[in-house]
């Protein structure tokens, strides 16, 4: 294996010295997200296996070409799992690809995000350099954390080589509930129901239906049922897999789908042609015939963004606009981590 880093690691000098772009491959399955990318394909498909799995510490290591499935069925086998659920979207998910998209799924309003279970990693960056960032442990940062500052960065900051994350052991007992609600109803009963001291793990409405998982000790959830409420949901599990992975009747439209996220108290926008509202509210899936500048004006009114998920239109820009300091910041990080420009050069914001 190091035979192959040290071959990403030539391909990515030769590019920097050349002024070449390269384009970072996984395995291609959320190829659909973000900007389309030009330059030679840097493929970490081959750079993969686990590096390290500590269950007593709930603690793995693997290479970023490691398939998603492979760390799950690893960790199923101790009882344990990746705590922020996160969506494959195609069987050739590798863990590299999740770290950099940084996505999360039912789970993480309750849990946490991708973000928040990284524990360190090992990148290479715009000047052909092999960096390590954080441990092993949660507790391991002085200065800035730049293990999670690659999560979610789209391979813009580098490449990811190796990735650390905490896991958590799978809850003894989970239930689905439904409940029927209108959309006022239901704007209400999620926020009451994340302020109650139960097992909540996923909270998604759609089509006049509230659906509420529990997950948790066994009794912890018995006791919930009754404060909760509602039908059991004999296929929850299967729901819930449609609704991650966008298997769901409501995902099949060929529109653009919008990802929007505000407070989870938010009114709708009121230019809705169809909807699922997930994460208790604070994720929101639109589809829309409104533009893109008057969808996010009515987002930023409610101190939200909106990306363009899925289908964006040739002249959408796909991640919400970056303004001000928020957008210098952006630009210094692309300076200092890749200051030709090597990786992904665009893929979600202009000039970075």
Not at 22 to 50: M, P, Q, T, W
Not at 276 to 305: C, F, M, P
Request: hydrophobic share 40%; proline share 3%; with cysteine.
């Amino acid at each position: 294996m190091a035979d192959l880093t040290q071959s990403l690691l030539s391909q990515v000098q030769e590019a920097v010295n050349n002024h070449q772009a390269l384009r970072i491959e996984g395995g291609n399955s959320k190829a659909f997200y973000g900007c389309d990318v030009k330059g030679e394909a840097l493929s970490l498909h081959g750079h993969s296996g686990i590096v390290d799995y500590d269950p007593a510490e709930l603690i793995i290591t693997a290479r970023s070409g490691t398939a998603l499935s492979e760390i799950e069925k690893t960790l199923a086998a101790n009882n344990q799992m990746l705590a922020f659920e996160p969506p494959h979207f195609g069987e050739n998910a590798t863990l590299g690809g999740t770290i950099a998209c940084g996505l999360s799924g039912n789970r993480r309003p309750y849990s946490g995000s991708a973000r928040d279970f990284m524990l360190g990693c090992k990148i290479i960056n715009g000047n052909a350099e092999t960096l390590s960032f954080g441990g092993q442990v949660m507790k391991n940062v002085a200065g800035y954390d730049v293990s999670r500052l690659m999560t979610g960065a789209m391979g813009t900051l580098g490449v990811l080589l190796e990735v650390s994350l905490k896991v958590l052991p799978k809850p003894a007992k989970e239930v689905t509930l439904v409940q029927q609600l209108t959309v006022n109803e239901v704007l209400l009963q999620m926020n009451q129901l994340a302020g109650q001291p139960i097992p909540l793990s996923a909270a998604t409405y759609y089509d006049g239906h509230l659906y509420i998982r529990l997950s948790g000790a066994a009794q912890a959830v018995e006791h919930a049922i009754t404060v909760v409420n509602g039908e059991v949901h004999d296929e929850g599990h299967s729901f819930w897999s449609s609704i991650n992975e966008h298997t769901h009747r409501f995902f099949k439209s060929e529109k653009s789908l919008w990802r929007v996220s505000v407070k989870a108290d938010a009114s709708l926008l009121g230019i809705e042609e169809d909807f699922l509202l997930d994460w208790g509210g604070t994720q929101r899936w639109i589809y829309t015939d409104s533009n893109a500048d008057i969808l996010r004006e009515l987002v930023a009114k409610q101190d939200g963004h909106a990306i363009c998920f899925r289908n964006p239109a040739d002249d959408v820009e796909v991640f919400h606009p970056l303004t001000g300091k928020l957008k210098e910041l952006h630009l210094n990080l692309k300076s200092a981590f890749d200051p030709r420009g090597t990786f992904n050069y665009e893929r979600m914001y202009p000039g970075i």
